[in-house]
């Protein structure tokens, strides 16, 4: 059975950094386009960033570019998001997903685009 799960969230404080890691187990995952996505309270779930099937090539949402980066070892077959420098407005549930697209060079950035979800794990960041 395939799973994707998400680890790494907790309480931090303005300014700080964290490292989420997905472990995908059970599937088909190893060369699937894979992104990260939150959903704050009351908000919609939106796209954080993605790493292509060969991890040539990355996208990232405005509101993280240049304090996120996401990173892939196909070794351990896990996925990563650096968090730093973090904010309130980061403060969100964030979920590991597996992309239709899977070779190189092209990365889905709306959820349409991911057919496989984890279960999330919650950032807070406080002020």
């Known amino acids: 059975q395939a799973h994707l799960v998400e680890s790494g969230g907790g309480l931090v404080e303005v300014g700080d950094s964290l490292r989420l890691s997905c472990a995908a187990s059970?599937?088909?995952?190893?060369?699937?386009?894979m992104g990260w996505f939150r959903q704050a309270p009351g908000k919609e779930r939106e796209f954080v960033a993605g790493?292509?099937?060969?991890?040539?090539?990355?996208e990232y949402a405005e509101s993280v570019e240049g304090r996120f980066t996401i990173s892939r070892d196909f070794g351990k077959n896990t996925v990563d998001l650096q968090l730093n420098n973090l904010k309130p407005e980061d403060t969100a549930v964030y979920y590991c997903?597996?992309?239709?697209?899977?070779?190189?060079?092209?990365?889905?950035?709306?959820?349409?685009?991911?057919?496989?979800w984890g279960q999330g794990t919650l950032v807070t960041v406080s002020s």
């Open positions: 790493i292509s099937g060969d991890g040539d090539a990355t």
């Open positions: 059970g599937g088909t995952f190893s060369r699937d386009g």
């Open positions: 997903a597996a992309s239709r697209i899977s070779g190189s060079l092209v990365v889905a950035t709306a959820a349409p685009g991911y057919y496989f």
